[in-house]
């Protein structure tokens, strides 16, 4: 089963430290976010990836410095293959979040 999930999940759920530390993975909750709901069919597993992100990044909620480019792209990378409703909210907000300007 394990060897069916996709690196960037797989690495989320066996990686902690490394994916905390930005090494190999996410550095916040919002990247956490992007990294694991990529490719995300149903609502079900789209909320126990939420999930894992809120328990690996409970504090990493906010972004100091924009990521570059703009949230449109960043929708369209992460959520091309998305059919989960619930996952392409999160990965809008997540994009808003990480590549909006103030």
Same mark, same amino acid.
């Given at each position: 089963?394990?060897?069916?999930?996709?690196?960037?999940?797989?690495?989320?759920?066996?990686?902690?430290?490394?994916?905390?530390?930005?090494?190999?993975?996410?550095?916040?909750?919002? !990247? =956490? /976010? %992007?990294?694991?709901? &990529? @490719? +995300?069919?149903?609502?079900?597993? #789209?909320?126990? $990836?939420?999930?894992i992100c809120l328990a690996d990044?409970?504090?990493?909620?906010?972004v100091e410095e924009p990521l570059?480019?703009?949230?449109? !792209? =960043? /929708? %369209?990378?992460?959520? &091309? @293959? +998305?059919?989960?409703?619930?996952? #392409?909210?999160? $990965?809008?907000?997540?994009?808003?979040?990480?590549?909006?300007?103030?």
């Amino acid at each position: 089963m394990l060897s069916r999930i996709r690196p960037p999940l797989s690495l989320l759920l066996l990686s902690p430290a490394l994916a905390a530390a930005g090494l190999t993975g996410p550095s916040n909750y919002w !990247e =956490c /976010i %992007l990294y694991g709901m &990529e @490719d +995300v069919k149903n609502d079900q597993v #789209a909320r126990e $990836i939420m999930k894992i992100c809120l328990a690996d990044f409970p504090d990493d909620l906010s972004v100091e410095e924009p990521l570059e480019g703009t949230p449109t !792209e =960043c /929708i %369209l990378k992460y959520g &091309e @293959d +998305v059919s989960s409703a619930f996952a #392409a909210q999160q $990965i809008q907000t997540a994009c808003n979040v990480l590549y909006s300007r103030p």
